[in-house]
């Protein structure tokens, strides 16, 4: 409050201070009430479903987003590896492919593990043919929904 | 047993998924809305208009309170709670615009654009009293609006506008004060 201001209600009681400015607001308020144009309640209980619905389908629809990320990721994975198999029966012979598997087993001979055994081969495949069946699986699952 | 097609399934399927957004979204049932919005809302656009300073942002605001106190989730005790935390929504709506890109506050703001009634005797000084409120701070016409136009208690009042109790009464004394000042200055 400013020095002017305080100088000009000094001379007035709390009660009188009070009735001023009760009277003021309450005129006011009768006025802003007299403009006031709010929609109707139809309208607005129209709109606010209409959002509700609107965010809720939003917030649906961010599962499935990550579905379809995941699901798209195991594509291009399992696209990669036929890729690559595909080139590598392109390319290759059978004594290529003997070398390689030779001096792939050379070089984990050293290892603790046995990459190169029959069924850590086997227990890899049946692994990732897992992960790519469920990926597929939960979109269809989603996707449905 | 009447056929039941494939397009009928879908279609109630829809219909409940529709139903349960509605129900989940929304906590008041659209009777009750009705009735407590056009209990408030004259009154409420009242206090945005005043506490803003700018009709349109009351028009812009009115519906996002009611639709952030449908989607609140508050179980209300009363009538008087749920306006209550109408006007807490209100507020902070306000100081939200008010923290934004449009200059809602500026020092010494003139709210003589809005609308005077013509014909009246008191339109002069229905223009000061806009303007001496154009020159108080937010919290200070906050206060004073819901003190004497809404008749709010000093714990009603301090709950919408998040301060102690025991600091109204020194805030509304300070207020009136300088309101009444501004007012006697004028006149």
Partial sequence: MSRKDTNVAKDLTDAEIEAIVAESIAAEAAMASA???????????????????????????????????????????????????????????????????????????????????????????????????????AYVIYADE | MADVTCLDVRRLHADVLDTDAADVALAMDEDAFRAFYDRTSRALWGYLSRTSGDRQVADDLLQECYYRLLK???????????????????????????????????????????????????????????????????????????AYAQGSSHSEIAGVLGVKTASIKLLLFRARRKLASMLEARS
């Fill in chain 1, 35 to 137: 403009e006031a144009q709010p929609p109707s309640s139809a309208i607005v209980w129209w709109r606010t479903q209409m959002r509700a619905r609107q965010e809720a389908a939003q917030l649906a629809e961010r599962p499935i987003t990550i579905v379809h990320a995941l699901s798209i990721a195991a594509g291009i994975g399992l696209m990669l590896s036929v890729i690559g198999y595909a080139a590598a029966g392109v390319k290759g012979s059978l004594a290529w492919i003997t070398g390689v598997w030779e001096s792939t087993a050379s070089l984990a001979a050293g290892l603790p593990l046995d990459l190169t055994g029959r069924w850590m081969s086997l227990t890899l495949t049946l692994t990732l043919v897992s992960v790519v069946i469920a990926s597929v699986a």
């Fill in chain 2, 72 to 146: 609140s989730r508050v179980a209300f005790e009363s009538e008087a709670h749920r306006r209550n935390y109408l006007y807490r929504i209100a507020t902070n709506l306000v100081r939200d615009a008010r923290r934004g890109t449009r200059p809602l506050f500026a020092e010494g703001l003139d709210v003589s654009d809005l609308e005077a009634p013509q014909g009246q005797a008191d339109v002069e000084q229905r223009a000061d009293v806009r303007r001496a409120m154009g020159r108080l701070k937010p919290r200070e016409r906050a206060l004073l609006w819901l």
